[in-house]
């Protein structure tokens, strides 16, 4: 663990001393409601600058709390930033977690490794997910093995939203689980997930604290609204590349919003809302029909929009309102920030690559610098952003940016600041060094210029 990291802990567990005793997250640990979006571009909320559609769940639970305006994911691809949400540490660090994404049923997350889930069951959580897993097919991988007490959803990647299938075709199944039974259910998809975690708030009481994962699919394709059965039945494949408008997307993005809402209105109804962590974010930047604005780049590309994510949190008990931070906070760093929350640590053999940044969202420090490192095999991307600063490598072209001028990535100063350059260079490659070697045999996602015509070269 690197210095930053390990006085970034140091200052969540210490924030909790503050506190008073009657206050301490010790003493009365907070609920955690984690719901992650699937291929959500920043721009993607109104509160973040959507124009052609209304969010008007997620744009309350901003106003309610904190807007962080340089959220990232830990991967530009679902799958890797999940093995980077789940463990707290760089999903490099796992051969699963090099896949972009991963497949198959031979690699997944190994069950032995602490998670977020199992740190928090540990400390006498109930635990829950409901969505997507994408860490590993069953029977060797699961959420059941990785410290989940219940489980309802998809244990692949993308799914039909009516068929919930991972593919087309009569003869395939749903990929579709109740624990580590597969069943088969009616209904659109971001519904049903909503309704499972609906169902789990009802069960519970102040007496236990929980954590509820709700990893929805939307916004990722393929291009289906709620009334949009008959497409589903049209589908040639799953990609969905000959569909799909932004009124669509808008009306995913709303079904999402408003499943969103729903449960938070339960989790209100329950009187748990006070006391209980709510963190909204994405697991990588926007794809086709998504908006990255202020960014270029979409999934699959370690410019902004495909790093760049929306990212809330609202905690009533404990955060004031209406802010907006601009403090640096990536996948990883939920690890150790909800679980200095609820007044544990990771496990010593297993230390988090990420950061608490519980002082920040209390209000007891000030933003902190970061230094964060990707790669992505497609196109031999390398990217590292230490304070203001990016380095990126694109196919052995070289750039450098200053975000907080120039954050579209347009201005090329790696020609002006030629020590700068090299100095992020020679810290990348000795950060690289540390972690597994992407070999030939993983794989990577990479845009297709036959569905895209924007990325001919790509």
């Not at 639970?61 to 760089?90: D, E, H, K, M, P």
């Not at 196919?395 to 600041?417: C, I, S």
Request: aromatic share 10%.
């Amino acid at each position: 663990m690197s210095s930053p990291s390990r006085r970034g802990l140091l200052r969540g567990l210490g924030a909790l001393a503050l506190l008073p005793a009657t206050a301490r997250a010790a003493d009365t640990p907070p609920n955690i409601l984690f719901i992650l979006a699937d291929d959500m571009g920043y721009a993607d909320l109104g509160v973040y600058g959507a124009r052609d559609y209304a969010t008007p769940n997620l744009d309350k639970l901003a106003a309610q709390g904190i807007r962080f305006t340089q959220g990232y994911a830990n991967s530009a691809v679902c799958s890797a930033t999940r093995f980077g949400l789940i463990t707290g540490r760089y999903q490099y660090r796992l051969r699963g977690g090099l896949e972009e994404p991963v497949g198959g049923d031979q690699l997944g997350l190994p069950p032995d490794h602490p998670t977020l889930p199992s740190l928090l069951k540990a400390r006498g959580y109930r635990t829950a997910l409901f969505g997507k897993w994408h860490l590993g097919a069953l029977p060797k991988y699961g959420p059941l093995k990785s410290g989940y007490d219940e489980f309802f959803g998809n244990t692949g990647g993308a799914v039909d939203y009516f068929t919930h299938k991972a593919g087309v075709g009569a003869n395939l199944s749903p990929d579709l689980f109740e624990g580590e039974v597969r069943v088969d259910k009616a209904g659109y998809y971001t519904d049903l997930i909503a309704e499972h975690g609906q169902a789990f708030l009802r069960r519970q009481t102040a007496a236990q604290p929980f954590l509820l994962s709700l990893h929805f699919t939307a916004p990722h394709w393929p291009w289906e609204g709620p009334g949009d059965e008959p497409v589903s039945r049209q589908l040639k494949t799953l990609n969905h590349s000959d569909g799909g408008s932004l009124k669509k997307y808008g009306e995913i993005v709303g079904a999402l919003d408003a499943a969103v809402g729903r449960v938070l209105a339960t989790l209100e109804a329950q009187g748990l809302a006070q006391n209980t962590i709510v963190v909204f974010t994405s697991d990588n930047g926007g794809e086709r029909f998504s908006n990255t604005w202020p960014f270029s780049g979409q999934k699959s590309e370690l410019l902004e929009g495909g790093i760049r994510v929306p990212t809330l949190l609202r905690w009533p008990a404990r955060v004031k309102a209406g802010q907006v931070s601009d403090q640096v906070v990536i996948s990883m760093d939920w690890l150790p920030t909800l679980l200095a929350a609820a007044g544990t640590a990771p496990r010593a053999d297993y230390p988090s690559d990420g950061v608490s940044v519980l002082p920040q969202v209390l209000g007891q420090a000030a933003t902190v610098e970061r230094k964060l490192f990707w790669r992505y095999k497609s196109n031999a991307q390398r990217a590292l952003r230490e304070g203001d600063w990016k380095y990126l490598q694109i196919n052995g072209n070289e750039f450098l940016f200053n975000l907080a001028q120039d954050q579209r990535e347009r201005a090329n100063l790696a020609e002006r600041e030629p020590e700068r350059l090299a100095k992020l260079r020679a810290d990348w490659v000795a950060w690289d060094a540390t972690m597994l070697p992407i070999t030939e045999d993983v794989k990577s996602y990479k845009i297709n210029p036959k569905v895209q015509a924007d990325r001919p070269g790509s």
